[in-house]
């Protein structure tokens, strides 16, 4: 990220406090170290509830408190009472890749009027189900399209694009394989 901040806030980032956050974790990698858990319970039928009760950053446990509700469509044999895990996923896709445009627009004196990020995909549901082995259970690819308006250069609004397509955290895990681990308890 360019350094052009101020101790003022842009675009609701106080960019003193993300280059002081920069320069920390800069000096001392292992403030930069985050940890993020989500504990789901079953609520009967396609109900769950993902509950957020803590995250840690550099070695320091932070107390949360927040329920995810999730359902599916009633085609889906749900209730339709709130979004299903594939909108969390591409909205959690498109919340990162917000927090990216925002701050490294803040961090540049950008301005923004308009940041908005549509995706979409398609899931053949013979791959869930089972039907066909041949299918893959979820998706093939994903599209988004970044609308971004403010008082930048289209080159600068690029630079920012390109970070951000670089180090969304969230675009990355989606992007590329990486290593689940499972574990069973019974009983």
Not at 31 to 57: C, N
Not at 85 to 112: D, F, H, R
Request: charged share 20%.
């Amino acid at each position: 990220m360019s350094t052009a901040a101020t101790a003022s806030t842009i675009n609701g980032i106080d960019t003193s406090a993300l280059l002081d956050a920069v320069t920390a974790i800069s000096d001392d990698a292992s403030k930069g170290t985050t940890k993020w858990k989500v504990t789901s319970h079953w609520r009967g039928g396609t109900r769950s509830d993902a509950l957020v009760s803590e995250y840690h950053i550099g070695g320091q446990r932070v107390a949360k408190d927040f329920t995810i509700k999730i359902d599916e469509p009633t085609e889906l044999c749900g209730t339709n009472q709130y979004a299903n895990p594939q909108e969390y996923l591409l909205a959690a896709l498109n919340g990162c890749m917000i927090v990216g445009y925002t701050a490294a627009c803040s961090m540049q004196g950008i301005k923004l009027e308009e940041l908005r990020i549509e995706t979409e995909g398609e899931i053949d549901l013979r791959g869930f189900l089972g039907i066909d082995p041949d299918v893959k259970p979820g998706y093939d690819s994903l599209r988004y399209t970044v609308h971004i308006r403010g008082d930048g250069t289209p080159e600068q609004f690029q630079q920012v694009h390109d970070l951000v397509t670089k180090t969304s955290p969230n675009r990355f895990n989606i992007g590329t394989a990486i290593a689940l681990h499972s574990k069973l308890v019974v009983g």
